[in-house]
């Protein structure tokens, strides 16, 4: 093969820097997904329904995954040790480039069948992709695994406690009454939560409705005139405290949103919406005052689940807008030490240094930031001081 053409030469050098640091992009979000509770929690099983079907899905996404990234470092090492030949001839240049922008990546060989091959037929056939075509694929994978993880994982984590509030109040019940109605509620509660355990992507969240009604029914049934006001005037406490917990709550999430606004990209600030839940508390409050108990049961109890999903909301807002700053905060700490480092070593003004730093001090102090190319933008200056500091310390 002739020698190529310069420009063929830089836009494969351009592609190797793009697949390394694509390459740290896909370990550090593969080790997250890896570490994912839900994603753990369905490799347990067992499953069932539409979540068998698309985890099933998701597993052979995650199992093309790990042996694409595994053939995409290779990849890279190999061609960052041929790039890095001091002599470099014209044969080894033009196979550096067939690497990098080539079809080089071979994912499959399939043996033809003798019936099959013509006399000139090969024997084995490959498939083979460019590593940007790899990682295109890797990519589609990435989403199938997350999206099942993901939507089951939020299924679980909103259904769950639900259910277990459910089951609470069935056992206190139990302590005060037998009841029919509560029987079949505690039946069709674990119908449900074996449902859920199995196939949350498949569970019918109306048959927890249904669950709920027996609950305030068999409640009904059981509670005297003035066991009523005692259980329920306790219960109303319990939601007065709720109610405060929820101010403080909106008040901790409208600081850390306040915290963030400006700093990073208006679609990454976690924010919380929604109708004002005292003017409901203050007419169960007034059911109360007027003696109509037999009314407080089933709105208190609406009530109390509107604010607990909304207190969740705010504190999960309010610990997320708060990670991202602490996660710049944390990563512009480490900028700095490794700046210092360099400095210590005379490395400050390396040529090669030099772009990185200033790439990673841009990424950090310009609003808005964006976390994840602030990550790979310090871990690359990172990396480049560690390895001009041991090529130093080696001579």
Request: hydrophobic content about 50%; aromatic content about 4%.
């Amino acid at each position: 093969m002739s020698a190529p053409f310069p420009e063929l030469l830089a836009r494969a050098d351009a592609e190797l820097s793009r697949l390394e640091a694509a390459a740290a992009a896909v370990a550090a979000n593969l080790v997250d997904l890896d570490d994912n509770s839900a994603r753990k929690d369905l490799d347990k099983g067992p499953l069932t329904g539409a979540t068998a079907a698309a985890w099933a899905d998701a597993t052979a996404a995650l199992t093309q995954l790990w042996d694409g990234y595994g053939m995409l470092t290779a990849l890279i090492t190999s061609a960052r040790a041929a790039r890095g030949q001091r002599r470099f001839t014209d044969a080894e240049r033009s196979a550096y480039i067939d690497q990098v922008l080539g079809r080089s990546i071979t994912l499959s060989t399939t043996t033809v069948p003798l019936a099959q091959r013509g006399l000139l037929g090969a024997g084995k056939v490959s498939t083979t992709c460019s590593p940007a075509e790899l990682l295109s694929a890797m990519e589609a994978a990435f989403r199938t695994a997350v999206d099942v993880a993901s939507r089951a994982g939020d299924v679980w984590q909103r259904l769950m406690p639900a259910a277990a509030d459910a089951a609470a109040r069935i056992g206190h019940l139990r302590t005060l009454t037998r009841s029919a109605t509560l029987d079949e509620a505690d039946r069709r509660l674990g119908d449900f939560t074996a449902a859920l355990a199995a196939d949350p992507l498949g569970c019918d969240e109306r048959a927890l409705d249904t669950v709920r009604a027996l609950i305030d029914r068999a409640d009904a049934e059981r509670t005297s005139a003035s066991e009523l006001r005692e259980a329920l005037g306790q219960r109303l406490a319990d939601a007065h405290a709720l109610a405060d917990r929820l101010a403080v709550a909106a008040r901790t999430a409208a600081a850390a949103e306040e915290a963030v606004a400006g700093r990073f990209d208006a679609a990454a600030v976690a924010s919380v919406s929604g109708p004002d839940l005292r003017p409901d508390l203050a007419a169960i409050d007034a059911l109360a005052a007027a003696g109509q108990w037999a009314l407080i049961s089933p709105r208190l109890a609406a009530w109390s689940r509107a604010a607990r999903d909304r207190l969740a909301a705010l504190e999960g807002a309010a610990a997320r807008n708060s990670a991202m700053l602490a996660a710049r905060n944390e990563l512009r700490g480490r900028f700095e030490a490794y700046r210092a480092k360099a400095g210590s070593r005379g490395l400050a003004e390396d040529t090669a240094l030099a772009p990185l730093a200033e790439r990673a001090r841009d990424t950090l102090y310009t609003a808005p930031c964006d976390l994840e190319a602030a990550r790979a933008a310090v871990a690359a200056y990172q990396d480049g001081v560690s390895a001009l500091t041991t090529a130093r310390e080696g001579r």
